[in-house]
């Protein structure tokens, strides 16, 4: 087979193979990190030696934290508790992770998305406003209440705002051990993107990017 044929059929096959972008396959029951040798330091536990089987024990499946929770609410009425093998080492190598958020009275949690899991999310009490935006820009969103439960597919732009007159609690699932946040508002006008750029794309002026730039990141002086 001549050689430039030969390259071509490898580019075209593995063209063809599908791209997995999930946590892999855990290839056995469990690895809980060793904290010797650093876990709980970094989310990115999976690359550190697991503990000897015989030394692993029930304590290491039981995660706690959430059962005293310190509300740290922001400006906008949110606080949440991310949950993940840096907090719970017994979640690594399992792709999956967690997170309880709690919300004041017409507090929101702003458009944000989770580069790498899809989220399923379980509102415990209250009543809020939640949804998603497709690419296609539609916007899937309502109120749900207490016991219901909504689905934020993988990358997708969502929201939640409380809506009733008590405080809401929602504890959201993902399908991967480091999901990843990027709020929306302070990708934008946080992450250090031109001005130019940002007044062009908002048809905002200067000064108004100015103090966009001075709410979502207070480091920056542009």
């Known amino acids: 087979m001549p050689p430039k044929m030969a390259v071509f059929l490898l580019v075209f096959h593995l063209l063809g193979l599908p791209i997995f972008a999930s946590d892999p396959d855990p290839v056995q029951d469990y690895c809980v990190p060793n904290a010797k040798f650093g876990a709980g330091r970094t989310p990115r536990v999976s690359v550190l030696p697991c ?4 030394d692993v024990t029930t304590d290491d499946f039981v995660f706690s934290g959430m059962k005293n929770f310190a509300a740290n609410f922001s400006e906008t009425g949110l606080a949440a508790l991310s949950v993940n093998p840096t907090l719970f080492p017994g979640l690594n190598t399992l ?27 379980y509102l415990v009490r209250g009543r809020v406003y939640s949804g998603f935006v497709d690419s296609s820009n539609r916007v899937f969103a309502r109120v749900i209440e207490g016991g219901e439960v909504m689905l934020y597919p993988r990358g ?12 809401a609690t929602i504890f959201g ?4 051990q480091n999901a990843g946040t990027q709020k929306i508002p302070a990708t934008i006008f946080g992450s250090g993107i031109k001005s130019e750029l940002l007044e062009k794309a908002f048809g905002l002026s200067p000064r108004q990017i100015g103090q966009m730039r001075r709410k979502f ?6």
């Not at 503990?51 to 015989?54: A, V």
């Not at 792709?95 to 998305?113: E, Q, T, W």
């Not at 997708?156 to 405080?167: A, I, R, T, Y």
């Not at 699932?173 to 991967?176: E, G, I, P, R």
């Open 217 to 222: 990141d207070p480091k920056t002086t542009r």
């Open 95 to 121: 792709g999956m992770s967690f997170v309880r958020a709690d919300l004041r009275v017409g507090g929101i949690n702003p458009p944000h998305f989770h580069p790498r899991a899809t989220e399923i999310a």
């Open 51 to 54: 503990k000897n089987s015989s």
């Open 156 to 167: 997708l732009v969502h929201f939640q705002m409380n809506v009733g007159n008590k405080p």
């Open 173 to 176: 699932s993902f399908n991967s």
